[in-house]
């Protein structure tokens, strides 16, 4: 397919390319709808084996996010920047002050943040030459990590789902299962301690399961055996994919939900989990705290602020459910629809349809 058939398959508004030959830089923003807002996304930095692989990461992220801030209520659209890592060293100061550059030639129409390959240390370096970058640490007036927020959101999410299960949003002796014990897990089995849950965690790394058990007072489990436990809710906060044909046969709980990203080897496995009478709250809005952020420094960073709107992804998965019930649809298109509702509506408004 043509490049500029490319774009318009999926409605783009904007895919901008960069050469820097002294910064050794190859890279792309694609900005797909700035309705709501200007884009927000996140900066990759990966080997890739052709141009035309590049162009596609940056399509399809972009286009999720639109769909992602949509869903959650903040008023951005929806972006991606991929850089095309060169073969050999990375000069990472040339780069990062030449991406800045690249960055700011869009006056704010895109703003950035670490994704995978990148680093805060990364986006800082940009922030040299531009404003329009976020997920920046406490010390330069940023967020710091996220990951406490997105539990938060996590925690949320989770209560919606328990009041669908039991009739309330009561923890207290709601059994959890967290996957993973990194920078969200051990904030959300803390969180969920806090409320009176009975929480499993496990992770690959001995001594984080070891600081969650000895800190928070969890019983940890094997990686392995974390799928049987017999719990309410399975809550993967490790790796993308690990829901797929395999492990959903294993799965014991009612609710599955927890921030990682791409939780399911395959979207059309909603559906899989919804015959089995299992909720799923979808992962990019359940897991949404941590652009909900990185939003919120923008306006001046305010912890509070940012916890206050993580509070509110209850409202969000409390909706899903009801549309997905309404509609007779899964969760993830549930939350599909109410992603393309606000944006539709917004459209309208501001006359751009
Ligand atoms: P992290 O790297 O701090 O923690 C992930 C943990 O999972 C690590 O401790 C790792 O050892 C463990 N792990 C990996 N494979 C495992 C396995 N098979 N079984 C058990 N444990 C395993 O990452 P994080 O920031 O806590 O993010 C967790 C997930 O949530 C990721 O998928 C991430 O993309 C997603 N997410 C994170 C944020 C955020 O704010 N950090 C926001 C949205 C989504």
Known sequence: MGL?????????EQVVFWLDRVANLKAIIAIHDTTLGPAIGGVRLLHYDSEAEA????????????????????????????IMAPDGEIDGDALWWSFGRFINSLGGRFIGGEDIGT??????????????????SHALG????????????????????????????????????????GRVGYALARELKAAGCKVYGCDIDAELSES????????????????????????????????????????????????????????????????????????????????????????????????????????????IIEISEEKDITTYEAAMVMARQRLDRVKRLRGLV
Request: aromatic share 6%; net charge negative; glycine share 12%.
């Open 142 to 181: 940023g967020g710091g990590d996220p990951g406490p927020i997105t539990a938060h959101g996590v925690y949320s999410g989770i209560r919606a789902c328990v009041e669908k299960v039991f009739g309330d949003t009561s923890m207290s002796d709601i059994k959890v299962a967290v996957q993973g014990l």
């Open 119 to 136: 680093s805060v240390e990364d986006i800082e370096k940009a922030r040299r030459e531009t404003k329009y970058v976020v997920g920046i």
């Open 4 to 12: 500029f058939k490319q774009i318009a398959a999926d409605s783009h």
């Open 212 to 319: 969650a058990r000895s800190t928070l007072g969890i019983e940890i489990v094997s990686p392995e055996r974390i799928f049987e436990i017999e719990a309410d809710i399975f809550s993967p906060c490790a790796l993308g994919g690990i829901i797929n044909e395999e492990t959903i046969s294993k799965v014991n709980c009612k609710i599955i939900a927890g921030a990682a990203n791409n939780q399911l080897s395959d979207n059309s496995l909603s559906e899989t989990i919804q015959k089995r009478g299992i909720i799923y709250a979808p992962d990019f809005i359940i897991g949404a705290g941590g652009l909900i952020n990185v939003c919120n420094e923008i306006e001046g960073y305010n912890q509070a602020r940012a916890l206050a709107q993580a509070g509110k992804i209850y409202d969000k998965i409390k909706s």
């Open 55 to 82: 162009i596609s990461d940056a399509l399809l992220l972009s286009k999720a996010m639109t769909y992602k801030a949509s869903a959650v209520g903040v008023n951005f659209g929806g972006g991606q920047g991929v």
